[in-house]
């Protein structure tokens, strides 16, 4: 059980996060939309302050626990460019990612975010089949 503790307080931090944003300045906290306007110019500060908070979640975990997280990545470089692109894409074409259909659009019911996340679960689940040879 204690092993699921962190990853419980990450996704309460996650919701917590989203809910001021929301409370505070009427804003869903989608991260990829947050991106966007930094590269559009649009809100600047507001938004870089968002992306730098998530950049320094790192920093803050080696600051609390004195190490930094383990991360393993076995994929290629050029594999994980390709996946970067394709989630980008996705994200514009279903106009939202999965912090904002996921986290926010669920919490407030909406119909598009209930069928882009059911959309995002089920290529998730048909990817992994077909990569690991299984049959759907």
Not at 60 to 68: L, M
Not at 95 to 106: A, D, N, R
Not at 107 to 136: C, Q
């Amino acid at each position: 059980m204690t092993s699921y503790l962190v990853s419980l307080l990450g996704g309460a931090l996650i919701g917590l996060s989203c809910a001021i944003l929301l409370i505070l300045n009427g804003r869903i906290a989608g991260v990829s939309g947050i991106v966007g306007k930094v590269v559009q110019g649009i809100d600047v500060w507001t938004n870089a302050a968002f992306v730098a908070g998530l950049l320094l979640g790192p920093v803050v975990y080696f600051a609390a626990f004195h190490h930094w997280p383990t991360v393993t990545v076995t994929a290629s470089l050029p594999l994980i460019m390709l996946a970067g692109l394709l989630v980008g894409f996705g994200s514009r074409m279903g106009s939202g990612c999965t912090s904002g259909h996921g986290v926010m659009g669920l919490a407030r019911l909406s119909p598009r975010s209930i069928a882009a996340v059911l959309t995002f679960l089920a290529s998730g689940i048909a990817a992994v089949a077909l990569l690991r040879g299984a049959a759907l």
